[in-house]
């Protein structure tokens, strides 16, 4: 079984060595990463091509495997994401906050990195390459315990990433993988609090609520996406059905793609048909209320439980509404916090519907799809944020840090 203390206490003192490197350092490491990924691409190809068997023999769905599935043009854009963080400010240092008091003493509030990071994440494993990039950028060092479906895909991911550090000269110990499969470990890893500073999970609702509720470290939440889009009676029709097919059917097994829809009655009759017309290429079926069937004749009647699922398959729910709130009270009963679209030319319904949905990403005439560490600019993610505290929606590098205060005086004593 893998002894997690010894990999924490690697850990901790790969953090202490981080955290001294400079910025050039930090991004010659990440630049010589990227151009590994692309040397070993057929090796990283071949390892996952395991996983992707497995998948199929163990009857892994669709969406699943999208996710799992590697190409040369997304080990491109691994590669990418590291180039792009390598490129990105050095926010470690930053002062964030600086003012002086009555007494004369200073006062900083300075950027520091977390310390250690611990990641526990299902079949994606370009999350390997982001999570590394992300932290190393930021001084962190990182534990990574992927699932077992990308097992192979993980391991030499992580062992391409090692031996580019270390031909750097840099510690290969800014990341490790737990590569053991057995549940218990990683229910121990969630309890490593003596090294770990805070844990990450990404993935499905079950293992996201696993690692809250057994974690004694603490934990940002990073949620699961019921992403809506809302066609107002005021939307450009032709605007809508092109932003939902994307959101719906660019990448069906992503937390940013749209799970659930909801149109103003009085546009139903002209936009249902148009839309379904364009999605039927795709084979996306359609579950609406009674309004809906009305319409779409091969509509399936949706549950209550529809509209509050994570289909991740070419499966789309739809809900007829008479007004700009009882749309917002819908989304805000059936969301996941995630990403929300309205799709509308008033731009007075627009700026309710910016302010009243509750999500991390709220959308104008715009795909879900973008809620994404790389369209919003970051290099990379290390996942979506759902909570409120700490960090909320794509989480980059100013996410992976805290803060300290420095505190400058003269010989000022508290009477």
């Known amino acids: 079984m893998t002894n997690l203390t010894e990999m924490g206490k690697k850990a901790a003192a790969a953090k202490l060595y981080l955290q001294k490197m400079t910025t050039e350092e930090k991004n010659r490491g990440l630049k010589a990463s990227a151009e590994a990924l692309l040397q070993n691409t057929e090796k990283i190809l071949a390892e996952n091509q395991k ?53 004369g003493l200073k006062i900083k509030k300075v950027r520091v990195p977390m310390g250690v990071i611990g990641i526990i994440y299902e079949a994606r494993p370009n999350v390997t390459a982001d999570a590394f990039g992300l932290c190393f950028k930021t001084g962190n ?16 991911i992580v062992e391409v ?19 053991d499969t057995d549940r218990q470990v990683t229910v121990e890893f969630m309890k490593l609090k003596e090294y770990v500073d805070v844990l990450i999970p990404r993935g499905s609702a079950r293992l996201i ?16 996406g019921n992403c809506h889009v809302y066609v107002d009676k005021a939307a450009d029709l032709d605007m809508a ?28 009759e002209r936009f249902l048909p148009k839309l379904a017309e364009l999605l039927a290429p795709k084979n996306v079926e359609l579950r609406g209320d009674e309004r809906v ?14 509209y509050g699922r994570e289909y991740l398959d070419y499966i789309l729910s739809l809900k007829t509404v008479d007004s700009l709130e009882e749309a917002i009270a819908h989304i805000n009963k059936y969301n996941t916090k995630h990403s929300e679209c309205i799709v509308t030319e008033d731009e007075t319904a627009a700026v309710k519907f910016l302010n ?24 990379a993610e290390i996942g979506i944020s759902t909570q409120k505290l700490h ?25």
């Open 391 to 415: 960090a909320r929606g794509p989480m980059g590098l100013k996410e992976l840090t805290s803060y300290k205060y420095a505190i400058y005086g003269n010989g000022q004593v508290r009477g």
């Open 51 to 103: 996983d992707m068997e497995n998948a199929a023999l163990n009857g892994m769905s669709d969406g699943l495997q999208d996710r799992l599935r590697l190409t040369p043009k997304r080990i491109e854009a691994m590669a990418e994401g590291l180039n792009q963080v390598a490129e990105l400010p050095d926010c470690i240092g930053e002062v964030m906050e600086e003012f002086e008091r009555p007494n």
């Open 241 to 268: 059905a092109k932003i939902v097919h994307n959101a719906k059917t660019q990448r069906i097994g992503v937390c940013n793609a749209c799970e659930s829809l909801v149109v103003h009655s009085e546009v139903r």
């Open 141 to 156: 060092a990182v534990i990574l315990k992927g699932g077992s479906d990308a097992l192979y895909s993980n391991m030499a």
């Open 356 to 379: 009243e949905i509750d999500a991390a990403c709220v959308y104008w005439n715009a795909s879900t799809r973008f809620t994404d560490g790389f369209e919003f600019g970051f290099g």
């Open 209 to 224: 609520q696993s690692v809250v509720n057994n974690s004694t470290i603490p934990v940002i939440e990073t949620g699961t």
């Open 293 to 306: 069937q009305e319409i779409l004749k091969d509509c399936v009647p949706a549950t209550e439980e529809d």
């Open 161 to 179: 990433l090692r031996e580019a550090l270390e031909n750097c000269g840099f510690s290969g110990d800014a990341l490790q993988l737990i590569a």
